[in-house]
C-alpha cells in the first residue's frame, strides 16, 4: 500500500456530526477512488475522480461529498453522518490507463456512528 | 450498469485439495483484477488480465480471462492453510468510464 494514505484510520461520530476522510498520494496519479466496504457486499464505489477539479459519483453517493482541489489529495465528506455510514472506507488511486495497471489501495478508515 | 457477481461467497475447504472461484460480468470491460484481503488489511492485489485468453500464475494461484464470456476463474491447486482469506475480482470500465466495479467476494477457509 506504498504511497496511498488515508486519515483518519478510526473515528466514532456521533448521529449528525460532520466529518471529512483525507486520502493523499504521493506517485501523482490521475484517477482516485474512494470505496466503502460492508460485511458480505465487498467494496461499493461511493464517488471517484480521473483527475484535478473533477469528481463522479460511483454506485453509492448519496450522503458523501467529494472534493479534489489539488491532484494528490481527494477528500471525502458525511455532511451529517448517519448510522447506516458505519462502515471502512477505502481510498485508492492509480495512474491514467493507458500508462499502467496497477492500483494502490490505502489501509482503510474505521468509522462508527452512533 | 457494470456489474460483477462472483461465486460461491463462502468456499471451505481442505488443504491438498483444487479449487476454483469464478467472476461474471455483465458489459464489455478491458481490464480484470483479483484481490486478496485478510482480515482486518487492506487489499493485496494478485493479478492482472489485459486479453482475451490471458492466463497468469503465482505459485497456487491462476488467473484467467475470457472477455467473450464474461468470465474470469482464480483456480486455486493443492490448497495450504495461508490461503485463507477473502478474494475478490474487480472489473474496469472501458476507456471513458472509469469506474472500477468489485465483486462481493469469495471468503476462502482452508481446513487442515
Known amino acids: 500500500n506504498a504511497g496511498v494514505t488515508q486519515t483518519p484510520k478510526f473515528r466514532v461520530l456521533k448521529t449528525g456530526q460532520s466529518m471529512t476522510l483525507l486520502c493523499a498520494q504521493d506517485?501523482?496519479?490521475?484517477?482516485m477512488y474512494w470505496y466503502r466496504q460492508d460485511p458480505g457486499m465487498g467494496l461499493r464505489l461511493i464517488h471517484y475522480s480521473v483527475g484535478e477539479g473533477t469528481t463522479a459519483k460511483g454506485e453509492v453517493p448519496d450522503g458523501y461529498n467529494v472534493s479534489r482541489l489539488k491532484k494528490q489529495n481527494f477528500l471525502l465528506g458525511l455532511e451529517s453522518a448517519a448510522p447506516s455510514q458505519t462502515s471502512v472506507y477505502f481510498c485508492a488511486s492509480r495512474e491514467a490507463k493507458s500508462s499502467g495497471n496497477t492500483i494502490y489501495f490505502g489501509e482503510g478508515s474505521w468509522l462508527t456512528v452512533v | 450498469e457494470l456489474k460483477v457477481e462472483q461465486n460461491p461467497l463462502f468456499l471451505s475447504m481442505q488443504e491438498g485439495k483444487n479449487y476454483t472461484i469464478y467472476c461474471n460480468y455483465s458489459?464489455?470491460?478491458?481490464?480484470l483484477y483479483w484481490y486478496r484481503q485478510d482480515p482486518g488489511k487492506s487489499l493485496e492485489s494478485l493479478f492482472v488480465?489485459?486479453?482475451?485468453?490471458a492466463v497468469k500464475q503465482e505459485g497456487r494461484l491462476m488467473a484467467s480471462l475470457d472477455t467473450k464470456a464474461r468470465l474470469s476463474t482464480l483456480h486455486i491447486t493443492a490448497a495450504v492453510h495461508d490461503l485463507s482469506a477473502t478474494y475478490f475480482c474487480a472489473v474496469d470500465g472501458i476507456f471513458g468510464n472509469e469506474k472500477l466495479t468489485f465483486g462481493t467476494g469469495t471468503r476462502l477457509t482452508i481446513i487442515p
Open positions: 488480465l489485459l486479453s482475451n485468453g
Open positions: 506517485m501523482n496519479h490521475e484517477y
Open positions: 458489459t464489455t470491460s478491458d481490464r
